[in-house]
């Protein structure tokens, strides 16, 4: 399936957690909620999934009125290059509130904050809908192509190149493009594996494939595309295995089979058989 928009929640009291997830769910949508109550399992979290929008707390720790554990978290968000939009929870009173909002609007370009103490239920479902606004116009305007994403460290010219002769693509690279954006854009950004493996345009006749991870699903994908009737081929032998060419362990039917330029057509697949330590 293609992802709809993610939220993270960062928050140690299980009260806000649920307040959080009631505003999510008034304002409804195709959302995947995530709950970390600590700064470790946030980092994990974020390493492995792309976020829409994040409420994280300031303090992690009830009993510290000293934690300040959720900058460290906004600072992981921010080094993922990810467009999240930070909406900042304090439950903090005192001379330091005040700078480290401050600090958190500035430094880690958050969207907003809130106040435990004066926020209300009308005041969440606002920041969220404002929040997931700003995000989307984010991607939109400054999304890395598929093309990009795709052909790793490999030259540009070099790679249409390659790519274009091998599956006898019959129409102008443009085109090749937009069919690539629309075959992976959903599932954008992506991470090639560990060991270098990035796309295969080599092993198979006429079809270029490869896995990596999708931070926007939070799972492994399988790319396939290539000349119609050799992906037709490959698609049939899939549905009934369960394997891609006999390489891929993946959920079938695939969550798009596409027609594209000159030919060609192509699926994404959810791969359930790879963890993120396999990827960069």
Known sequence: MSAGDNIL??????????AYR?????????????????????????????????FVDVGLDVADDRNVDGLSVMERIRATGDETSIIVVTGRSGQDVLPITRDAIKKYDAYDTVGKRTVEPADLRRLLQGGLEVYRKAVETGSKSAQNALRGETETVSWDDKVMRHIGLKANATEFYRFLNRLIRDYLPVLEKRDGAGLDISSTAALVHGVFWSRAVGGAIVVCFGAAPE?????????????????????????????GPGGVKGAVFLSPGYRRHDFG
């Open 9 to 18: 929640i960062v928050e140690d009291e299980e009260e806000w957690s649920q």
């Open 22 to 54: 009631r505003a999510i769910d008034a304002v409804g949508g195709n959302h995947t909620v995530k709950i970390a109550k600590d700064l470790t399992a946030a980092e994990d979290l974020i390493g492995t999934t792309k976020f829409a929008v994040a």
């Open 231 to 259: 992906f037709d081929a490959a698609m049939t032998e899939a549905q009934g295995s369960g394997r891609l060419l006999g390489t891929y362990d993946i959920q079938y039917p695939a969550d798009r089979d596409l027609k």
